[in-house]
């Protein structure tokens, strides 16, 4: 593997070779590795950051030595580059923590101390049960919970969530891509309907992070949550709200905490050495805008470059992905129509017809190829499929390391596996 590019656009080719040469984990081990949606492989550029913490700078933050005012600035640099990865409009609206979950979780017991009037939460049947969970937990605090139905194609429609809205909505919490079928959804759209409404918008934005650009300025959201380890950083998690939002937000904090954003967040201490690898991944996204011809264009537009770059070469990889399991008579959940890929990442949840998941799963990684079965945390999501919970679905999901001739080695398994 893996050498072969893709047509990018006219002219210019997605530069995979280069990308491919950044991720030492891939050329390090045999293992075809198609399982990124679970967590992704991190660039030498992010393994540099973290062991150059962990060698230089492993000490507590706030003191007035050298390496403590390091891991200050450090931090600093950080808030700054993953606010331009979001397009945030201030760097202190980002936090960092653990996961998306413990994010979720904080931003929920926040949003039940400010119920008043409105009380309805509306959550989906499409979401990662970390975002359907913890809204449900709130029941019992006084909430109500609506659900916003998935429609067959894999999305959520404008229509459905209209009627759930009104006078007595708190809050909208929706994914803005779907980890186990890729759908995309329209973010700007939900915040504008709940806006309307008076309303907030929650976006889970762990899946569709490392497939297409983030812009918080375009899609008018109120808080935003993400997991690194899906986006080429080792496992940490990361938010962003609208400032006045966070200033409003009641959070648990020590008492020598100031009542300020991003502080008031961020309980405890974090993992320096994995915020200083999600730091590096922007500065990764800015060499692939490098490669790309955008040279000095300015971390926020390279950002963009790179993302754009990533969304339309994964297109391609979705097409291929989809021709095979159409060959192979596979049942394709959710959005399966290629003239409407641009609205999917290349995450695919499918069943051989007559072979259990975890057979197909388990085939593929005796021939060194890692997907993965089950009910991808979705529970929800399984049962609206009509899905057992103990088997669910095959998923392999594709991030822009992948190649078509990696797609064409699983094809053949799927293949032998199809005509038995
Ligand atoms: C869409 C989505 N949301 C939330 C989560 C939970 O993320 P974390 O493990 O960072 O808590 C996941 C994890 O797979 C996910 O895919």
Redesign the pocket.
Known sequence: MTGRSLPLQPGVAFPLSWVRRQFPALTSDPILFMDN??GAQIPVGVLDAVTGHLLHRNVQRGGRYPHSLAVDAMVTRARQNVAWLVNAERADEIAFGM???SFLRLISLGIAETLTDRKEIVVTDLD?D??ISTWLALEKMGATVKWWRMRDDGGLHLEDLLPLLSERTRLVAC?AAS?ALGTFIDVAAVARAAHQAGADMLV?C??YCPHAPIDVALWDCDYLVC?GY?AFSPHM?FMWGKFDKLVALPTFREDFIPDRPPHKIEAGTFVYENVAGMAAVVDYLCSLADELGHEGAGTRPAVVAAMEAIKLYERSLSERVHAVLADCGATIYGLADPRRFDERAPTFSFNLPGTAPAAVVQAMADAGIAIRDGHM?APRLMNRLGLPLHEGVVRLSLVHYNGVDEIDRFADVLRGLSLR
């Open positions: 949606a679970a996961n998306a979950t990662h970390s975002n994914t980890h889970d762990v899946h997991s899906k998690g945390y």
